[in-house]
């Protein structure tokens, strides 16, 4: 009894050091300029998440000032499943960002919506989250708008970090079909490739994700399924 006791505590503490952790930041902006809604778009935020958690992956959901994540009320789909439901509340007591240990985590994901675009991406201690992770050879990964998380990282030369990485994003024609050119600060797919992105464009709402090493970044809301599995496929390696 003593050796059956002593063996799965043995394989507890294994199993516990071979869990991988991933952290996920959200928006804290819940409008546009001129007071449109917006916010996490939610399929991109709770389809990931809870396939994470499926796989039995530990993940903690953060912010810039940590609290309630708005939700982009075009995103609430009118007939939502369970474990939607009940998952709703994570976003509504986020962790702040900057009280995290990061160096923890095996893996950074960013959902999109619009919020990101004016918190995100000018957030400048991203900056040294994502160098780490890069550093570490650990997975960095962004869907839609989300994308626009990796714009404040510099390298020790001033470089950007993601400079020649095949990458993509909510692209210029999307916004152009959404109708959002002239509310949003910056058009994602121009300035990525400005900072020098390989920029990898799918048709309009196609699912698209692009992976360029621990690098794995999703074209939109319909990519959302597609971009956590290959997030879990690289944790899993």
């Known amino acids: 009894m003593f050796l059956l006791i002593l063996k799965f505590k043995i394989n507890k503490i294994s199993w516990e050091k071979n869990m991988k952790n991933i952290l996920i930041v959200v928006t804290n902006t819940k409008e546009f300029k001129d007071k449109t809604p917006t916010g996490v778009y ?7 998440y809870l396939m994470f958690k499926d ?3 530990k993940v903690e959901v ?17 007939d939502m499943n369970e474990s939607w439901k009940n998952s709703l509340d994570i976003l509504k007591n986020t962790k702040k960002l900057e009280e995290i240990d990061y160096s923890n985590f095996d893996a950074i994901f960013f959902p999109g919506g619009h919020g990101p675009m ?15 992770f890069y550093d570490k050879n650990k997975v960095i990964a962004a869907i839609c708008h989300g994308v626009c998380a990796l714009i ?5 030369y001033n470089i950007w970090l993601f400079n020649n990485k ?14 959002k050119v002239e509310m949003v600060p910056f058009l994602l797919e121009t300035k990525l490739k400005q900072l020098g992105a390989k920029f990898q464009e799918y048709p309009p709402f196609a ?6 090493g621990k690098l794995i970044t999703g074209q939109n809301q319909n ?5 956590a599995s290959e997030i879990i496929n690289s944790l899993c390696k």
């Open 42 to 48: 939610l399929e991109e935020f709770m389809s990931p």
């Open 55 to 57: 796989e039995g992956f």
């Open 62 to 78: 953060t912010s810039i000032l940590g609290g309630n994540s708005p939700i982009d009320p075009s995103s609430m789909p009118e």
């Open 118 to 132: 004016f918190d995100l991406a000018y957030y400048e201690p991203l900056c040294e989250i994502l160098n780490y």
């Open 152 to 156: 404040p990282a510099i390298d020790n």
């Open 166 to 179: 095949n990458l993509t994003s909510f692209t210029n024609k999307e916004e152009k079909l959404a109708k």
């Open 207 to 212: 699912k698209n994700v692009v992976v360029d």
């Open 223 to 227: 990519s959302a399924q597609l971009i």
